[in-house]
Structure formats: C-alpha cells, structure tokens
C-alpha cells in the first residue's frame, strides 16, 4: 500500500494574500494561466496580482485557456512562458485552466516537446506549479493529472505525466458568486470522485478513511445544493471535500462514469461533473456490491437509495441529444479505455456498459 501527497495545501479565507511572502521562493518571474474570464470577476486574479506586485516578481497573464482544454492551447501558452522565461506557474480558477498549467509546466521544462510529442510515456519534470482553483470539482489542486482535449484522438485523455502543484491556495470566497448550474456541476464532479475512489479496485483503508471524511464533509452542503442557496460555510465544505476527493483519485484514479462522461464531453458539448453526473443512478444500480453502495448513501445522511437518488437526480439532470448508434459507438470506443475499465473491480459486460448510457439518457 502506497500513499503520496507532495502537495501543501492551505485553505481559508483570504488565504493567497495571507501567504505572500511564500510567492518569493518560487522565482523570479510567472506565468499566470487563467480562463477566460471568472478569475477577473471573483478577485482570485487580482489577489494574486498584488501580491506578486509586493514581492517584486514580474509575471505574464494567458488568459485563454477554454473549458476542456485543448493540447493547441497548452503550446500556445507554453511557447509564451518560454519566451519570457518564466520559473514557475499560477495556475488560477477551474480544472481546465490547472490542468492546462500541468501540460505547460511540462513543456517549458522539455522544450523539444511539440503537440505531436506531448503524450509521450517518458517520465518528465515540470517547472514548479501554485495552484489557486476556483471552482470546488475537479480536486486538481492534489492530483497528478492534466487532462486535455485531445482533437487528433477525438477525446479527452489525460496527459500522463505526474504534476502535482507544489502548493495550493484554496479560498471559498472565490466561489461565492458562481452560478447555481456551475456550482452543481462541480459538486457533482467531486462526488463522483469519491463515489468512483470508493468504488475501485484500487482502494486502501487509508484512501476509505478519506472517503468517509470527504462524504460527511460533502453531506454538510447537500441542502444547500438542493435549495439552490449555498451559505460561506456550504462552499468552504465543497471546497474540503473536493479537496480530499483530489488526494482520494491521486491515488485509486476514476472509473466507469469518468470514462463514459468524457465522450458526452467532447461529443456534446456535456459539462464535465454533469457529464459524469448523468450517469451516477445506472452505475450504482449496476454495482453488485451493495453494501458498499448502502455505506455511501449512509455517510452522506440519506436514509435509503431512494433518497440519494432523488438527489443524483436534481444535481445530475442533464438534457443530451443523442440517439441509440452514438451510445453503441461510446461504447465500443470506452471499452478501450483499459485504464479506467480496470479501475472498476467488478464484472461488468459491454452491455451492461451500454445500458448505463441507454437507461440514463434516452
Ligand atoms: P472549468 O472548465 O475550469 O470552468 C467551467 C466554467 O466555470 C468556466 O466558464 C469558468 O469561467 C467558470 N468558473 C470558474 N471558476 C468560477 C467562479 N469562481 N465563479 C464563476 N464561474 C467560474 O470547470 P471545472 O469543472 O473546474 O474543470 C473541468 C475540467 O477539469 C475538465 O477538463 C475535467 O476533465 C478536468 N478534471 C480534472 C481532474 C484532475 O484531477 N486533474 C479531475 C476532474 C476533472 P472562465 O473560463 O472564465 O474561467
Ligand atoms: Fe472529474
């Protein structure tokens, strides 16, 4: 049994000022990767602006990193960050814009990479990564990954190369004003993180012990996702819990969800919690084990399946335009995915794998 978390992780209100003189041992210059918009409005980018300003580190800003983000964007933002020569990275708002600083951070370092070469299974270091996520889903902040669209392939993968950040902020303040659909969709991307850690072939008593903090802690906003009214103290919970449920696929990865979400992404344009999310009522009906399935609805406070269930179905409700051939076709091309497929330690036939898409989306 193994269990690795080089990542510190400091969380609390205005916790990237707090911290700024922590800035100074990472360098001399940065590359501030953003998406396009929300880390200007939510004061995470302005946070971060001053306190570079204060300790004298001269940065650069790409802010055109896209939901999903895309191998095209990562080397255009690499190209820029070894132009300047930057030492590290601030990767600041949603997954994508994190993972997208991961892929960067790996191709400055390894200059001869280009977006043919990019998932290369060669074991490369990256320049140093501070992590400032603004949205309380993807637990990238504590993973290895970086996934990214990958448009030659036609699907999101990820990049296979080991980044984690070196340090992150997290600071709930950042997620108060986020839409009610964004602030489920992520939720439900962190549920489904600890659901599918749970859930795998791959869990230790030690990732079980995580899972069942990061449920109670999970269990504390359902309401407030419910009502659609989400206190200080429901989006600090959202951010522990997606927190844990980051340090939880560290190490078990994703499963069958995760894998069947990503086609919904790049094919239909899926938000990728909701992507996952959709799925959840068929994948739990079809996991033989049930008193693991009884334990989740448990430690999330439920009184019966019933109830999770009716939840699943107010946080995963997803309108999807696709007809029997395009699920037939997902999964065929999911059952190629052996990493994921092998991540779920049961049984399971292409059929049943079908009839998790069919049951849930037509
Ligand atoms: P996202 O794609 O980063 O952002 C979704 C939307 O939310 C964007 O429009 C973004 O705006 C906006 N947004 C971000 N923070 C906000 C805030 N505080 N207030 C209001 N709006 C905000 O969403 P995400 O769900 O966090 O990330 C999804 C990506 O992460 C996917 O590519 C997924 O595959 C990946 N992922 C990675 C891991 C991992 O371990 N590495 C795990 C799960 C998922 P702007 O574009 O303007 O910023
Ligand atoms: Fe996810």
Do not use: W
Not at 34 to 45: E, F, I, M, V, Y
Not at 91 to 102: C, N, Q
Not at 281 to 310: A, H, P, Q, S, W
């Amino acid at each position: 049994m193994k269990f690795f978390m080089p990542t510190e992780v400091l969380i609390g209100k205005n916790i990237v000022k707090e911290n700024s003189e922590r800035f100074k041992a990472f360098g001399k210059k940065a590359l501030i990767v953003t998406g396009k918009s929300s880390s200007k409005k939510n004061g995470s980018l302005d946070n971060i602006i001053e306190v570079l300003t204060f300790n004298k580190i001269d940065y650069i800003i790409f802010d055109e990193v896209e939901e999903n983000p895309s191998v095209e964007t990562v080397c255009i933002a690499s190209e820029l960050g070894k132009k300047e020569n930057v030492d590290f990275i601030i990767g600041v708002g949603g997954g994508s814009p994190i993972d997208a600083s991961k892929a960067i951070s790996i191709m400055i370092k390894n200059r001869e990479l280009t977006k043919d070469t990019i998932f290369t299974e060669e074991k490369l270091d990256g320049i140093p990564l501070i992590a400032v996520p603004t949205t309380c889903g993807t637990g990238t902040e504590t993973t290895q990954y970086s996934i990214l669209t990958d448009n030659k392939e036609k699907i999101k993968r990820n990049l296979g190369q080991e980044v984690f950040p070196k340090l992150s902020l997290l600071d709930p303040l950042y997620t108060m004003n986020m839409p009610l659909e964004t602030t489920r969709n992520t939720a439900m991307d962190a549920l489904s993180h600890i659901i599918e850690g749970y859930l795998n072939t791959n869990s230790t008593i030690i990732t079980d012990g995580i899972v069942k903090i990061a449920l109670e802690e999970f269990s504390k906003a359902i309401d407030g996702l419910i009502k659609g009214n989400l206190s200080f103290e429901d989006r600090e919970s959202l951010a522990i819990a997606s927190n844990l449920a980051g340090i939880i696929i560290a190490h078990t990865g994703t499963s069958l969800p995760h894998g069947l979400g990503y086609a919904l992404t790049y094919n239909k344009g899926v938000p990728h919690g909701l992507a996952n999310g959709c799925l959840y009522i068929e994948y739990l009906k079809v996991f033989k084990n049930r008193e693991k399935v009884d334990n989740i609805y448990k430690l999330l406070g439920f009184r019966n399946e019933n109830e999770l269930e009716d939840f699943l179905r107010i946080i995963g409700k997803a309108e999807v335009n696709v007809i029997e051939g395009e699920l037939k076709s997902y999964t065929k091309e999911f059952l190629k995915n052996k990493s994921k497929l092998k991540n779920h330690p049961e049984d399971i036939t292409e059929e049943e794998i079908y009839l998790i898409y069919k049951n849930s989306l037509l």
